[in-house]
């Protein structure tokens, strides 16, 4: 049964399934109750258009993706600042027109895109040494940041213009919550890909949240549960031969369905 | 000479090109207990948002104690309107009280600001319901959770925006109770569309449609009622039975 725990893929696999559900505990709880989902799939696929940068210019594309998808987040979290455009307007632009220019970008780098796939859907059994690397560096960061700033990321998710009021420089903490989602985006682009990763964002946060009304239990609950449903989506799709990260993707969403029936 | 809690000047504003505010002239004492009354959109809101420094007039200015907004946001308390979360938002009502406390990046809560919050609950009679979660409270203890946020700091200037509207009746009695202890000690003013409601308690109403029509005590408008019910509401419904309106 335990075989395939043999294989180094597989156990970089594992170790990537504990590191991303981190980012998704930490920073998806976050995105959950502050109803920023919509927003973090724009960051998301936006994201896309690093990697595309990333293949153009010769780079790892999970690198480049790092500040294209933070400027892409700074930009939708500005633009209600700076311009009357509606942010849900913003979402859609910004949402295809990342893609957009990822896709420009990878027509534009001549010869074939390999893995381009593995960015779109994800491939958590591709995942290498230095991809694992990235993703324990975007971890510590985002749990650092979210530890320093806890008290300013609780109140402004909460009532961003009281915050406002008792001093606190609500818009800088926004920007850096986005900026913290599209770090998370980062670490899971090689095992979900751009196109799917947003349910692993919501999903374990918005299934712990049933179950405890305090933030830093959210966290740690909506982490632990984010890696026993990677886990068990990665062994399925061993198991049945299926694509893992829509696998990993169909098992979220069945212990969703499951825990809202349990919880009444 | 004391301060003025509130002096405002030549004060307009726009939103979206529409004139939100026009030409508004206003000073509050300090320790007034002032009501802000006029019909739904006739920039009640934006006035208080001038006030604590969230919009910026287009024109003239807001002094708070002698200073810009902004800077005066260390003396000043807010209740705003009703308020937009998640249902299961993990935040508890002691949690939600102690963000009035809010000192500053890098700062964390002390002992004092954990005192604090036991005496706001205490104040609002919410003590009891510290451990709930927020969405678990009936509205009107919802809204005494929120006035405690907002008197937690001990604020000279307490602004509070239509704080009846989620009260139910039995709860307006203690509402006021509340407010008379506060009013010794801060300034208060609150927004509301229930004239009649509000006209019995405060001591001083300021009637607005984008232009201020009347400020000044509850009695004196008592006689000339007629020109604070110059901006067309219907909302005035309670208090002054059987008026007719003038269309303005």
């Known amino acids: ?264 | 000479m004391t301060l003025k809690a509130v002096e405002i000047n030549n004060l307009s504003i726009k939103y979206n090109e529409q004139l939100v505010l026009k030409d508004i002239n206003l000073s509050i004492e300090d320790k007034d207990f002032m009501a802000i009354i006029g019909p739904n959109g006739g920039g009640k809101s934006t006035l208080l948002k001038v006030i604590l420094g969230i919009l910026n007039p287009d024109n003239g200015g807001v002094k708070v104690f002698g200073r810009e907004p902004k800077k005066a946001r260390d003396l000043m308390g807010y209740l705003p309107q009703n308020l937009d979360f998640d249902h299961d938002f993990p935040i508890n009502v002691f949690e939600t009280v102690l963000t009035g406390r809010y000192h500053g990046l890098f700062k964390g809560y002390t002992k004092e600001d954990h005192n604090a919050v036991w005496h706001a609950l205490k104040d609002v009679e919410m003590y009891d319901f510290k451990d709930r979660q927020i969405s678990r409270l009936s509205g009107g203890q919802m809204q005494r959770v929120f006035i405690a946020r907002a008197i937690v700091r001990e604020p000279k200037l307490l602004i509070m925006d239509e704080p009846m509207a989620s009260i139910d009746p039995e709860m307006q009695h203690s509402f006021y109770e509340l407010m008379s202890r506060l009013k010794n000690k801060m300034t208060i003013i609150l927004v509301s569309h229930d004239v009649g409601a509000v006209s019995t308690h405060v001591d001083k109403i300021a009637c607005l449609n984008q232009k201020l029509f009347y400020h000044g005590p509850v009695e004196d408008s008592a006689n000339g009622l007629e020109e604070i019910y110059h901006c067309p509401i219907e909302l005035i419904s309670h208090g002054i039975p059987h008026r007719v309106l003038r269309e303005h």
Request: charged fraction near 10%; charge should be neutral.
């Open chain 1, 1 to 264: 049964m335990l075989e395939f725990f043999q294989y180094q893929f597989m156990q970089r696999a594992f170790i990537a399934a504990v590191l991303v559900s981190i980012a998704c505990g930490v920073v998806g709880s976050y995105v959950v109750i502050k109803r920023i989902v919509s927003l973090s799939g724009a960051i998301s696929h936006a994201a896309f258009g690093g990697v595309g940068l990333g293949y153009f210019l010769g780079v790892n594309p999970v690198l480049a993706a790092i500040p294209f998808s933070i400027i892409s987040a700074m930009g939708i979290g500005g633009i209600r600042q700076i311009t009357n455009i509606s942010e849900d307007t913003g979402i859609g632009i910004l949402w295809s027109v990342g893609m957009a220019i990822g896709v420009i970008f990878i027509n534009l780098t001549p010869g074939y895109a390999p893995d381009l796939f593995s960015y779109l859907f994800g491939s958590i059994l591709t995942v290498n040494n230095t991809d694992l690397l990235i993703m324990l560096t975007l971890d510590v960061i985002i749990v650092a940041v979210v530890y320093i700033f806890r008290r300013e990321f609780l109140a402004v998710s909460f009532d961003e213009e009281f915050s406002k009021v008792v001093g606190l420089p609500s818009l800088l903490i926004y920007m850096l919550l986005l900026a913290l989602v599209a770090l998370s985006v980062v670490v899971l682009i090689k095992v979900v890909g751009v196109i799917l990763l947003i349910a692993l964002f919501t999903i374990p946060a918005a299934i712990s949240k049933q179950y405890t009304y305090n933030l830093r239990k959210l966290m740690i609950l909506a982490t632990i549960i984010g890696i026993i449903l990677t886990s068990l989506g990665l062994i399925l799709s061993y198991i049945f031969n299926l694509a893992s990260g829509a696998t990993i993707v169909m098992v979220l969403a069945a212990a969703f369905v499951i825990s809202y029936y349990l919880k009444d």
